[in-house]
């Protein structure tokens, strides 16, 4: 069996008193679509955060690709991109120039670069785009524009917080077609998080479930409906998490524990 291309072992995370991840261990072999759920709250952004070096763990360890995250950030950084629920591009310039700097900052060749800035804007369906300001971009245009902008460096492992979050059904559509694509055609493994439980039946092979800081299932999304008597990934979903209402108030809560733990 080959090694996954990430690799997490008895990760915790404390805000002193505060347990915000506990001791989780799971794997992604490489190539699949990944789904990571969890309700607010329940670490998921923390357990993300840590994957791709944001925050330091309180124990355990993380590889990805075969690379120790906590001993080589950097190394570890140059083989995956991070799509992040907040948008990230600079709205001062162009689809190009958002481009161009992130190319420049990953130390991409000159040639390679404008080649594979070109291959990236015609897939994502922004070359007309190309010199037009961010700023006039909707919302679709802009997700489409950071998803080519982490591939330009060529990632072994690309990670999506939310990646649709807002977006209107045909706009959500394309983007998931962009995913398959970069999956099946560059091999890339796709590491995402959301609250569109559709999304996980129709694209996600793997999926683990973190609530209060633990992994509360892990397997194949029709395992976890096996056992949970269940139809969809939804109603699996909550099944193992309940009904009850977590308000971004869940989030926010979580969020004062900390800050009163740093005495902020």
Known sequence: MSTPIIEVTGLSKNFKEFKAVDDIS????????????????????TTIKMLTTLLRPTKGSVRVVG??????????RRLFSVMFQEPSLDDELTAYENLEFHGILYGVPSALRRKRIDEL????????????????????????????????????????????????PQ???????????????????????????????QHANLVSIIDHGVIIADGTVDSIKKETHTDTMEDAYLSLTGKMIRE?????????????????
Do not use: C, Q
Request: glycine share 8%; hydrophobic share 35%.
């Open 171 to 201: 706009t959500r559509n394309h983007l998931w077609e962009y995913v398959h694509v970069l999956n099946k055609s560059e091999s890339i493994t796709v590491f995402f998080t959301t609250h569109y439980l559709d999304e996980v039946d």
């Open 121 to 168: 804007l015609e897939m994502v369906e922004l070359s007309k785009r190309r010199d037009h300001m961010v700023k006039g971009f909707s919302g679709g245009m802009k997700r489409r524009l950071e998803i080519a902008r982490g591939l330009l460096h060529h990632p072994r492992i690309l990670f999506l917080d939310e990646p649709t979050v807002g977006l209107d």
């Open 26 to 45: 799971f794997s992604v072999p490489k190539g699949e679509i990944y789904a990571f759920l969890g309700p607010n709250g329940a670490g998921k952004s």
């Open 67 to 76: 690379v120790d995250v906590l001993r080589h950030p950097s190394e570890a």
């Open 248 to 264: 971004e108030g869940s989030d926010t809560s979580n969020r004062s524990r900390i800050m009163r733990a740093f005495g902020k």
